[in-house]
T-cell receptor, first 110, second 108 residues
Framework: NAGVTQTPKFRVLKTGQSMTLLCAQDMNHEYMYWYRQDPGMGLRLIHYSVGEGTTAKGEVPDGYNVSRLKKQNFLLGLESAAPSQTSVYFC?????????FGPGTRLTVL | QQPVQSPQAVILREGEDAVINCSSSKALYSVHWYRQKHGEAPVFLMILLKGGEQKGHDKISASFNEKKQQSSLYLTASQLSYSGTYFCGTDSGYALNFGKGTSLLVTP
């Protein structure tokens, strides 16, 4: 039982490049989330999903897109990366009221 | 709307007590508490539901005053393992709004 996994763990992009972050969970959870964490800012919600095929915007959705084609996977896409998107990205899934977080992806945009 | 946490940071000696506060400008149905150790993912500590119920997790407990829209996390007889950043999360439909966090350092 791996819980929540994220791929990749680290990535460096140049401004304007695109990439996709993958989140996978094996707990059969309906709800999944993408957060970004910046120093002194806490965890800010980017997008979330309440079930397969559904997505919704969070607090800071601009510059990101998401897809939930399969229940166990939640993808976060950056179409044209900007230095302001340098951050640590956490994925989470939830059962009832507890959120389970993945180990995070550290993304640097030069 | 992001809840407000205080203090931003606290340094304790092992065995001392601490209180972390979380307040919101809107009505709350629940407050969630998470702890994140350096370089790791946040981990769920507890949830408090409307009704002023107090919960506990080891020597960490919390209260929730829905009239004041506030929650407090109490760390009693702190241990070195309590060091980390504590986040409160308030309900926002299907998701949570997290505060900016309180950094707690417990020294020997």
């Amino acid at each position: 039982n791996a819980g929540v996994t994220q791929t990749p763990k680290f990535r460096v992009l140049k401004t304007g490049q695109s990439m996709t972050l993958l989140c996978a969970q094996d707990m059969n959870h309906e709800y999944m989330y993408w957060y970004r964490q910046d120093p002194g800012m806490g965890l800010r919600l980017i997008h979330y999903s309440v079930g397969e095929g559904t997505t919704a915007k969070g607090e800071v959705p601009d510059g990101y897109n998401v897809s939930r084609l399969k229940k166990q996977n939640f993808l976060l896409g950056l179409e044209s990366a900007a230095p302001s998107q340098t951050s640590v990205y956490f994925c989470a899934s939830s059962y009832l009221n507890e959120q389970f977080f993945g180990p995070g992806t550290r993304l640097t945009v030069l | 709307q992001q809840p407000v946490q205080s203090p931003q940071a606290v340094i304790l000696r092992e065995g001392e007590d601490a209180v972390i506060n979380c307040s919101s400008s809107k009505a709350l149905y629940s407050v969630h508490w998470y702890r994140q150790k350096h370089g790791e993912a946040p981990v769920f500590l507890m949830i408090l539901l409307k009704g002023g119920e107090q919960k506990g997790h080891d020597k960490i407990s919390a209260s929730f005053n829905e009239k004041k829209q506030q929650s407090s996390l109490y760390l009693t007889a702190s241990q070195l393992s309590y060091s980390g950043t504590y986040f409160c999360g308030t309900d926002s439909g299907y998701a949570l709004n997290f505060g900016k966090g309180t950094s707690l350092l417990v020294t020997p």
